[in-house]
């Protein structure tokens, strides 16, 4: 157990250096910050001395050096625009985004689970059919149109729900639906077909031959062995979830580090992207480590070894 | 002695999409009470098929008992609700599958697994329960009975599952077991330990069972009677002595030519030639006639009714009235 979370910690701290590192060269192609925050008119000697300042004159290793040598300490700097800790900035944005997120995740799984059990069980059904037509539609709806879909009938057409803003458990109703809505569709149709797949094992067909009725073959022994694969599932899927909230965030204006990054990204304040990346890789692969550790409780298999 | 099972002239019919197939034909056989009957015949010829129909455990939608009659215990299986069937199951009627490796679930003890039956078919406690497992687990031969109940399947060998399987079997100490070929997976030296310990529980409980094998020696070991299946029929029926003694179907002697002891010297091991008609290929005449080396022309125009000569049957045109047969059907 030990030397199995020392690996995945190794693994956690490689992921989230590579990530910073790929974001690091890729922001610093794509321009030089200080011409987009100074002024149109500003003098090349302006420039100049700003970029003295802020150390972007120097040549790009000798930065990342820097940066790295304070990233190791937590130090991402200040924002290039308010001065403020850019990590700070981030830190601040993430309840709202996991608050997002996990309303998401936990719409999606109070629907999809049940949903694709009982297709599963109905199979070839008309109920069965409807299901697995609705997934492919909302697996296929861009978030984005679906958001402004939800938005013009919910918000503008019948006024019964408030289109954009944080705060309260109100203002998170559309937003989450929407984040929620490829999810239900994907986890929906895993848990059917993984359900479909379970059932047809020879353990199921000794629970049967032992007289185990239909209710318990499905919701105990069935469900209990889909939970494996779903499980595996849901927890990859968190990192697309939080990925998924920035552009929710955007069509919501919901205050959370996705639309923070994506207006530092604008901005070209890159203290902020940095730090941003840092803390969504970090995020995404401890959650991963967390479902390996689930992964391993559900799967004795896995658990002994 | 009474009939414990009767199969009477049973079809059975699979349907996938449009096409239709009739794996099973017309079969009859019985299984006395305390007896063990053995099946046996080549791969595909409806041995597991037969097994689940009695069982109930046919695919529902894709399979349908189109005629006949499975009287079990002076019930009519075919006729049983899925209710009444789950009643049975574990119950009356036990299954052991040829597959130990998968017969059991892998995300429950098999304490979790062997509670299912006794919780399903018996009002005990919890206490009584886990006493009733153990002595089980101890009557099939599994040491260490009190550790294995917290141990998950991939922990254990694939003989020691099959012991789990018997004994998930067992605990309700049913009426019929029906084995479909139990040791078929398993080393050379643990199959003849779980065929030892299948046949001492068989006579030391009033049980039944019905063994499915496509390995003669093994019927020669274990049972009272047996059973001939070909293509989806059964084509001779006798007792063990009488089968081996005195064959009369060219399919059974075949089979019994191809038993390594009666041609130990020769240096490749008789098998009979040809293959199997599928149940789509079937036609007018005999079933085995493609193969048969007596085939006259009535075989390929007319299917052989079944002849009686005493206790012994045979679905053969040989047993014809000149050489003694009874049409007995
Ligand atoms: N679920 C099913 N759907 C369609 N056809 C099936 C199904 N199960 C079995 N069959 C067919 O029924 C026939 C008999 O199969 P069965 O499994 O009973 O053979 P068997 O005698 O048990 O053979 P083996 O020794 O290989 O176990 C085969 O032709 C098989 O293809
Ligand atoms: S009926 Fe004819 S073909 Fe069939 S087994 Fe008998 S002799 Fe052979
Ligand atoms: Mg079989």
């Not at chain 1, 984005?144 to 458990?169: K, M």
């Not at chain 1, 390996?292 to 559900?298: E, F, K, N």
């Not at chain 2, 052991?96 to 018996?122: A, D, Y």
Request: one cysteine or more; glycine letters at 6%.
């Amino acid at each position: 157990m030990l030397d199995f979370v020392v690996k995945r910690s190794l693994q956690v701290i490689i992921v989230v250096f590579l990530a910073l590192t790929a974001v690091f060269f890729l922001i610093r192609l794509s321009g030089d910050p200080t011409a987009l925050f100074l002024p149109p008119d500003t003098s090349r000697e302006q420039i100049e001395e700003y970029r003295e300042i802020l150390g972007f004159n120097r040549p790009l290793y000798v930065q990342y050096g820097e940066f790295v040598g304070n990233a190791i300490q937590g130090d991402f700097g200040q924002s290039l625009r308010s001065g403020e800790s850019a990590l700070g900035l981030v830190l601040a944005r993430l309840p709202a985004t996991f608050q997002l997120a996990f309303s998401a995740l936990f719409i999606s799984l109070l629907i999809s689970i049940p949903l694709g059990v009982l297709a599963a069980y109905k199979r070839n059904s008309i109920f069965d059919r409807i299901a697995v037509a609705a997934t492919v539609v909302g697996q296929a709806i861009p978030s984005f149109w679906l958001g402004l879909l939800l938005i013009y009938t919910f918000a503008v057409s019948f006024s019964l729900l408030p289109s954009s803003g944080g705060g309260s458990i109100v203002h998170l109703i559309l937003p989450s639906v929407t984040l929620a809505t490829y999810s239900i569709a994907r986890f929906t149709r895993f848990t059917r077909s993984t359900m479909l797949d379970v059932l047809r094992k020879d353990y199921i067909r000794t629970a049967k031959a032992s007289g185990a009725p239909t209710g318990s073959l499905v919701l105990k022994y069935a469900l209990k062995n889909s939970l494996i694969p779903i499980i595996t599932l849901v927890a990859l899927d968190l990192g697309t979830l939080l990925g998924g909230a920035v552009v929710v965030e955007m069509v919501f204006a919901w205050p959370g580090v996705g639309r923070l990054l994506l207006q530092s990204l604008l901005n070209r304040d890159f203290p902020i992207v940095l730090a941003g990346v840092f803390i969504i890789a970090f995020i995404y692969s401890i959650v991963n480590f967390i479902a390996d550790i689930l992964y391993a409780y559900v799967n004795p298999q896995i658990r002994v070894k | 002695m009474t009939n414990l099972l009767e199969v009477n002239n049973l079809n059975i019919c699979f349907r996938n999409g449009k096409s239709i197939t009739q794996p099973i034909r017309n079969v009859n056989f019985t299984v006395r009470s305390g007896e063990i009957l053995g099946i046996v015949g080549e791969s595909g010829c409806g041995k597991s098929v037969t097994s689940l129909a009695v069982m109930g455990l046919l695919p529902p939608k894709s399979s349908e008992i189109t005629k006949g009659e499975i009287i079990f215990n002076e019930q009519h299986i075919e006729k049983m609700s899925e209710k009444q069937l789950q009643n049975i199951r574990g119950n009356e009627v036990s299954m052991i599958f040829q597959e130990p490796m998968t017969s059991l679930n892998p995300v429950f003890t098999i304490g979790q697994q062997l509670m299912e039956p006794l919780k399903q078919h018996k009002s005990l406690t919890k206490v009584q329960r886990k006493e009733r497992i153990i002595e089980v687990l101890k009557q099939v031969g599994i040491p260490r009975a009190e550790q294995i109940i917290d141990e998950y399947p991939h922990q254990l060998s694939g003989g020691m599952r099959q012991r789990v399987m018997i004994s998930l079997a067992l605990l309700c100490e049913p009426k019929l077991l029906i084995a479909d070929e139990p040791t078929t997976a398993l080393d050379v030296t643990i199959q003849a330990q779980i065929l030892e310990l299948l046949k001492r529980i068989i006579a030391e409980t009033n049980m039944s069972m019905m063994l499915i094998t496509h390995d003669l020696g093994v019927i020669a070991e274990m049972c009272h009677r047996v059973v001939v299946m070909y293509a989806g029929s059964v084509v001779e029926e006798a007792s063990v002595e009488e089968l081996f003694d005195n064959p009369l179907h060219p399919y059974t002697k075949g089979l019994l030519k191809s038993l390594p002891s009666q041609n130990e010297r020769k240096s490749a091991l008789y098998s009979i030639a040809g293959q199997v008609p599928r149940p789509n290929e079937l036609g007018q005449g005999c079933a085995f006639a493609n193969r048969c080396e007596f085939a006259t022309e009535r075989c390929l125009t007319a299917a052989p009714p079944v002849f009686s000569v005493a206790q012994h049957k045979a679905k053969c045109w040989l047993l014809d009235e000149t050489v003694g047969g009874v049409f007995s059907e």
